[in-house]
Structure formats: structure tokens, C-alpha cells
């Protein structure tokens, strides 16, 4: 079963610098979708960014970045410029590229994160 | 366009009743998945409908049902309600064809007394 882990509950970082979140997953597959959501205090989750497994191309938007290790089985996520808006829980999660068949999204545990002014 | 809604947002029962939580998916989007989070399980997955068919389903006992409706609304029911269902309840909607790119509604948040 595919399974991700999240090995930083917590991380922090002062305002307008930069901060990386990692991600580390396991799985038998060769074709997935790996994701960072962002969860602010309001509960509201929202999709930051998202790689394809097949795309060597490490997913960029904006402020936000991943450095995508598919050998290495790691996603980790880098937010540069850092804004206090940026707080908030950090999920990584993983899904199967197969349509339907047990490809539910896998979440890992979480990083709350904090930006200090 | 409107995004993902929840009604109720927050519930409390007691333990042995059941309860009804709505979703209304974002215009367009076919697909709605649901997800438990708790603090100490973490977010997990509860079951997927598209048109109106259970797609997917989670590790979840049978009092956890669902439904989708032809407008794409979905309801999740919980019968026999235990103290460990207290969590809070996420639906997301997504189209067809970016079924992976999910749209998160606030949540339903769930206390069973």
C-alpha cells in the first residue's frame, strides 16, 4: 500500500525567507500525481501544487517549488519569500494515476508551519 | 464560481444517533470524494462518487454510506454514531478529466457527546 510520510510536524521561518517541506513517499507504481495542500487555521484545504510522476520538470507556482526525487521516492516542497499568509498545515499527498481501484488519495501527517514577523 | 459547500458546518450529536452531511461540488465537476480528519488518524478517504456511482471507497465500517444525486450533490450518512466519529468531514469535487486536481469544501465539523 502506498503510503507517504511527513518527518517535520512543525517547521518554522522568518518572514521573507526560505522554507522546505518534506515529503517522502513509498509505492510500486511508475505513474502517480504527488500534491501539497495547504490547510490555514479557516480549515479550508487548497491545492498549492502538484507534480506528475511521469514529468522530469520539478512543478513550479509562484513562490512555490518541489524538488521531485522520483528514484528517490522524495517531494519536498520549498516556499521562498516566505509571507505570513503562508501559515498554516502542509499536507503532501500521493495518488495512483489509475482511474478508480483503490487509487484514493494517501495523505501524510502534516507540517504546521509558522512564519515568524 | 462558487466553490465547494458543506452544510452543516458544525453538528453535534450523541453517541447512537445518525447524521446526514451535504455537499454541493463546484458547476461542472462530476466527481465528489469524501475524507475523515481527525488529529490522531490523520486525513483519510471515505469513498468517491462520480454520476452518481461509488467509484471508490475507503477503510471505513458499513455505517458510513454515501450518495450521489443527478446535480452532482452528495450526502454522507454515519448511523450508530460512536465517540471516535468525531472529526471533521471534507468533501471535494473535481472534474472528469483533472479528476486528481481536487477542490476542498470548509469541512462539516462533527462532535458525537
Known amino acids: 500500500a502506498q503510503t507517504v510520510t511527513q518527518s517535520q510536524p512543525e517547521m518554522s521561518v522568518q518572514e521573507a525567507e526560505t522554507v522546505t517541506l518534506s515529503c517522502t513517499y513509498d509505492?510500486?507504481?511508475?505513474?502517480?500525481?504527488l500534491f501539497w495542500y495547504k490547510q490555514p487555521p479557516s480549515r479550508q484545504m487548497i491545492l498549492v501544487i502538484r507534480?506528475?510522476?511521469?514529468?522530469?520538470q520539478n512543478a513550479t507556482e509562484n513562490r512555490f517549488s518541489v524538488n521531485f526525487q522520483k528514484a528517490a521516492k522524495s517531494f519536498s516542497l520549498k516556499i521562498s519569500d516566505s509571507q505570513l499568509g503562508d501559515a498554516a498545515m502542509y499536507f503532501c499527498?500521493?495518488?495512483?494515476?489509475?482511474?478508480?481501484?483503490?487509487?484514493?488519495?494517501?495523505f501524510g501527517a502534516g507540517t504546521r508551519l509558522t512564519v515568524k514577523p | 464560481k462558487a466553490g465547494v459547500t458543506q452544510t452543516p458546518r458544525y453538528l453535534i450529536k450523541t453517541r447512537g444517533q445518525q447524521v446526514t452531511l451535504s455537499c454541493s461540488p463546484i458547476?461542472?465537476?462530476?466527481?465528489v470524494s469524501w475524507y475523515q480528519q481527525t488529529p490522531g488518524q490523520g486525513l483519510q478517504f471515505l469513498f468517491e462518487?462520480?454520476?452518481?456511482?461509488?467509484?471508490n471507497k475507503g477503510n471505513f465500517p458499513g455505517r458510513f454510506s454515501g450518495r450521489q444525486f443527478s446535480n452532482s450533490r452528495s450526502e454522507m450518512n454515519v448511523s450508530t454514531l460512536e465517540l471516535g466519529d468525531s472529526a471533521l468531514y471534507l468533501c471535494?469535487?473535481?472534474?472528469?478529466?483533472?479528476?486528481?486536481?481536487?477542490?476542498f469544501g470548509p469541512g462539516t465539523r462533527l462532535t458525537v457527546l
Open positions: 499527498a500521493y495518488r495512483s494515476a489509475r482511474r478508480y481501484n483503490n487509487n484514493d488519495m494517501r
Open positions: 462518487y462520480f454520476s452518481e456511482t461509488q467509484r
Open positions: 471535494a469535487s473535481s472534474t472528469r478529466d483533472r479528476y486528481n486536481e481536487q477542490f
Open positions: 458547476s461542472g465537476h462530476r466527481s
Open positions: 507534480q506528475e510522476a511521469y514529468k522530469q
Open positions: 509505492t510500486s507504481e511508475s505513474d502517480y500525481y
